[in-house]
Every structure is written in C-alpha cells, then in structure tokens.
C-alpha cells in the first residue's frame, strides 16, 4: 500500500471521528435531515479523503438507490454511502452526492467564537 496524500480543507469542516481526517466542508451541506441505522445523518455536495467501494442495490427509506458505501482513505473507517443512481426520478437530485453519517465525524470548533462565548458580560469591563 503507497503513501496516503490527504487533500487539507479551507474553512469549517467535518472530519473523521477516528483519525482526524478532513472530509467534508459545512459549506457543502444540502440537508442535515437525513437519517440512518444508528441515528442522523448529513448529505453533502462533495467529500474529499475518501475511498469509495463497491456500487451495490440497496433499499432505503426514499426507495431503492444504487450506492456505495465510502471510507475514510487513512484510517479506513466507514463513514457513510454515496448515492450513484436513483430509480425514481423524484430522487435523482442525491446522485453523485455524499451521506456521512454524524456518529462517525466530528465539527471543526472555531476557539475564538467560543472563547467570546463564554465571556460574562461582566469581564467586558474588566478587559
């Protein structure tokens, strides 16, 4: 096996619960309302350090869609499907889109917007 090359994310990202990796960026996502076996899950436009497996048939909640599941490419975790193609057409917009499953990514945490969060308005004064 070569060298993994990690492509690095500019922004606010989701990355792997299980090594770090940077996967997706929030600016990508198009629902947080999408659901799997273990709880909530986000569809994303795009998601990068990724390998994606073998496409097989699989019948979900919205009907039957070809997918392949996809896996973090440096720890090899599964991390959710990408949806290949969907047999109804009121489904076809989730083609060629990405599902990461929230239990299994982490959000980046902007430090500075939570240290101002925690500022009592009383430390203003004292600044």
Same mark, same amino acid.
């Not at 299994?104 to 004292?126: C, F, K, Q, S, Y």
């Given at each position: ?17 299980? @090594?770090? &990796? ?21 569809? =994303? ?25 996809? =896996?973090? @490419? ?17 489904? &076809?917009?989730?083609?060629?889109? =990405? ?6 990514? &982490? ?21």
């Amino acid at each position: 096996m070569g060298r993994v090359f990690l492509l690095p994310l500019e922004g606010r990202a989701y990355r792997c619960r299980c @090594c770090d &990796t940077p996967l997706a960026l929030a600016d990508d996502i198009l629902s947080r309302s999408f659901n799997c076996r273990r709880g909530r899950a986000y569809l =994303f436009t795009n998601a990068v350090n990724v390998t994606v497996g073998h496409e097989e048939e699989r019948a979900m909640l919205s009907g039957v869609h070809a997918v392949s599941d996809i =896996f973090c @490419c440096r720890c090899g975790q599964i991390l959710g499907w990408k949806y290949v193609a969907a047999h109804d057409k009121t489904q &076809t917009y989730k083609e060629g889109k =990405f599902v990461l499953e929230r239990w299994r990514i &982490t959000e980046d945490v902007n430090e500075e917007l939570h240290l101002e969060a925690r500022l009592d308005p009383g430390d203003a004064d004292n600044v």
